[in-house]
Nanobody, 121 residues
């Protein structure tokens, strides 16, 4: 069994920073792309940032210049540094990992349960 566990969400004021973490654990052979998605009330889930196993990032236009994604391959962990937060960043943030489980031959997408980020004065 494989699980992703997110941490670091919370309630902050506009302009503040937060750092999200997500650790993958369990019977993992290899982790490929990892990423962060978010879903605000009444909206579809959207990609915030992704990062390849080689460390190449990509970002949604709405967070470019404010958010930074990084990863530690040795720990199967991905991070999202969020600066200059805005009320429109309020959402549940989900971690995603494309990975190969031990003893299998097919890569699967695995999701965390999400962490709430609220930006409000």
């Amino acid at each position: 069994q494989v699980q992703l566990v997110e941490s670091g969400g919370g309630l902050v004021q506009p302009g503040a920073s937060l750092r999200l973490s997500c650790a993958a654990s369990g019977s993992i052979f290899r982790v490929y792309d990892m990423g962060w998605y978010r879903q605000a009330p009444g909206k579809q889930r959207e990609l915030v940032a992704g990062i390849t196993s080689g460390g190449s990032p990509n970002y949604a236009d709405s967070v470019k210049g404010r958010f930074t994604i990084s990863r530690n391959n040795a720990k199967n962990t991905v991070y999202l540094q969020m600066n200059s937060l805005k009320p429109e960043d309020t959402a549940v943030y989900y971690c995603n990992a494309n990975l190969l489980r031990t003893g299998t031959i097919l890569r699967v997408d695995t999701w965390g349960k999400g962490t709430q980020v609220t930006v409000s004065s």
